[in-house]
């Protein structure tokens, strides 16, 4: 922010140091240590954090009641979620980036290597993801660990060059900075927000660590560690002005740049690693909540199942990552782009945590208010000086989040378009095995297994396989997946049986129930049938199971505007097989065919 070639630099003055420092720190304090730390980390969804936590609420509860706002905030939750797609490009790009541009520090003669050392890290760090991430989560804590030492020792360091900087622990300078120095404060919040990046990947990862633990590591180490350290390059600017050029290396002492270097190259990786597996995780969450085709996923560990490889997402990331790279080939250029993600992200969530506080705990509407207000206030300020930088690269974040929230909303849609069609083709799944009483189809042995969206229409393969077959096997178990908005269900909550009033025909509806981060497994779960319930024991091993297939084309009802409905189709072309999504054998699947227009 003391750069010259900053659009808009901040002089490089003893108050505006004081000031800046003190506002990094309150925040810090503010947006991560209270927005996120003690207040929004309080709502989870059976343990699960971050932004798709909260639209689950949101759809669970209050937006399944047609409530407007609550409709409207869900929307915008989504539009949140979509930047964290932009996010995950970003963050490996400039987290790598600022740690290899330490070389020059240590040898200036190596500038030039900095692009494709960053690029062979990146191409690397994306080829591995296949293996799974246990061997990068077994160095986490300790890598972790060594970096907030470290950086809160070399703090320590340039303290005790100018001890006066912990004044700018009060919060007078930062009230001053902004009030006496508006003009130049509010430009200098568009870098001063970086400080605040991974608040949101600290709520995302409640899930994996816990409340208790993501607060006690970030009180009693990480909070400490950062406010040493920007103390300590406020002091050594204090000290020496023309170390702005690189003050967090230039804290080092010369014979620990190198190791430094280092150190921050690991650490970024695994902070690359974090939000790769965050964007993982978010888009399988939102194939399961309708928002994205099913995607191809991989569990990467047999004891871990939040640990996942998603091959499409992997893939478009690195290409996407690697253009920004040599796009804007410094860490200092994508950190205006970077900005724009992070903060538009904290302040949707703190809109739905004060609506979900007051409809879920009952905190009283002026309590709740109150507190969005000054809270948000916060953010739009920082959005605000945000939206300053936006011809330098702020409108990367917004245009990748709009592409994302484009095709997650025409997703959504044109999915309620072909399910109302699908239902008009399929007709009532009661009447048809009604039906097939007084019909006298041969019985041939085995089991049938017929995979549908719920019990209220009849699959489209069942049909054709009477139709056209004439035949209906002596087991047939009409089968939806129903995918709740809860991260895991238990065993005893999974199945959901009935005989469709008809008891003793061999026909028997089931309804199995996943939480949204699970892997189905159609097999293994059908293993928890007892015989009682479908009419006679029916051998798993030996079932067929019957899909249908549907091919989408653009037909002329006003559904959806003529990009979109393309839009769309195009992105069926995506979806993962469906025999794969679900864990089918192969050998005994059989597809069948239907068209529909959207």
């Known amino acids: 922010m003391f750069n010259p070639a900053d659009p808009h630099p901040v002089p490089l003055t003893e108050a505006n140091l004081f000031g800046v420092v003190s506002t990094i720190f309150w925040s810090v304090m503010l947006i991560v240590t209270l927005t996120y730390v003690t207040l929004v980390m309080r709502i989870n969804n059976d343990g699960e954090g971050g932004i798709m936590a909260l639209i689950t609420l949101l759809r669970r509860g209050e937006a399944a009641r047609g409530r407007r706002t609550a409709i409207a ?58 293996f799974g991430t246990n061997a990068v989560g077994r160095m986490f804590g300790p890598i972790t660990i060594a970096w907030f030492l470290a950086i809160g020792v070399c703090g320590i360091g340039g303290i005790t060059q100018r ?45 994996h660590f816990g409340r208790r633990a993501i607060a006690y590591g970030w009180i009693g180490l990480v909070l400490p560690a950062c406010t040493l350290s920007y103390l300590g390059q406020g002091a050594l600017l204090l000290a020496d002005p023309a170390a702005f050029t690189s003050p ?35 888009a399988n969450q939102a194939g399961q909540l309708g928002y994205l085709p099913r995607l191809r996923v991989a569990h990467t560990s047999e004891s871990t199942i939040g640990q996942i490889y998603v091959p499409w997402i992997n893939w478009v990331l690195m290409v996407s990552v690697l ?7 410094s860490s200092a250029a994508l950190a205006y782009a970077f900005g724009m993600a992070v903060i538009a992200t904290i302040t949707i969530t703190t809109l739905l945590f004060f609506y979900l506080a007051h409809t879920r705990w009952g905190v009283p509407a002026w309590i709740a208010a109150t507190g969005a207000t000054l809270l948000v206030a916060v953010d739009l300020l920082f959005v605000a000086a945000n939206l300053t930088k936006l011809v330098h690269g702020a409108w990367l974040p917004l245009i990748i989040g709009l592409i994302a929230f484009t095709v997650m909303t025409t997703w959504q849609r044109g999915r309620q378009i072909v399910t109302a069609e699908r239902d008009r083709a399929e007709g009532p799944l009661r ?13 041939v042995p085995g089991t049938a297994i017929f995979l549908n969206r719920g019990k209220q229409t009849a699959p489209l393969a069942f049909r054709a396989n009477v139709e056209h077959n004439q035949v209906l096997h002596e087991k047939v178990l009409i089968l939806s997946i129903q995918t709740l908005p809860v991260p895991w269900v238990p065993d005893g909550e999974r199945l959901e049986v009935d005989d469709l009033g008809n008891a003793g025909d061999g026909i028997t509806y089931v309804n199995v129930r996943f939480g949204y981060i699970e892997k189905p497994n159609v097999p293994e779960v059908l293993r928890l049938l007892t015989a009682e319930q479908t009419e006679g024991e029916i051998e798993i091993d030996d079932a067929s199971y019957f899909l249908s297939k549907i091919e989408l084309t653009r037909g002329p009802a006003r559904t959806m505007a003529t990009w979109r409905k393309r839009l769309f189709i195009a992105t069926s072309h995506i979806t993962a097989d469906a025999a794969e999504y679900f864990s089918l054998p192969r050998h005994r699947t059989v597809i069948m065919g239907s068209r529909i227009d959207v």
């Open 323 to 329: 253009t920004l790279v040599f796009t804007f080939r």
């Open 431 to 443: 009447e048809f095995v009604a039906e097939l009483h007084g019909c006298r189809l041969a019985r």
């Open 73 to 130: 905030l869900a929307v915008l939750g989504i539009f949140g979620a979509a930047l964290f797609f932009g996010d995950s490009m970003i963050t490996p790009a400039i987290s790598v980036l600022s740690a290899v541009e330490g070389v020059k520090v240590v040898s200036p003669g190596l500038e030039e290597l900095i692009i494709p050392i960053t690029a062979v890290i990146i191409v690397v760090l994306f080829a591995v993801q296949r």
């Open 248 to 282: 967090f290396f230039l804290l080092v002492p010369e014979w620990g740049r190198l190791p430094m270097v280092l150190l921050a190259t690991a650490a970024t990786v695994i902070a690359a690693q974090a939000v790769i597996t965050g964007a993982y995780s978010v």
């Open 163 to 207: 001890p006066d900087i912990l004044k700018a622990l009060s919060p007078t300078y930062a009230i001053g900075f902004l009030a006496g120095h508006f003009h130049i404060a509010f430009f200098a919040l568009a870098a001063i927000v970086l400080a605040v990046t991974g608040a949101e990947a600290l709520y995302a990862d409640m899930g």
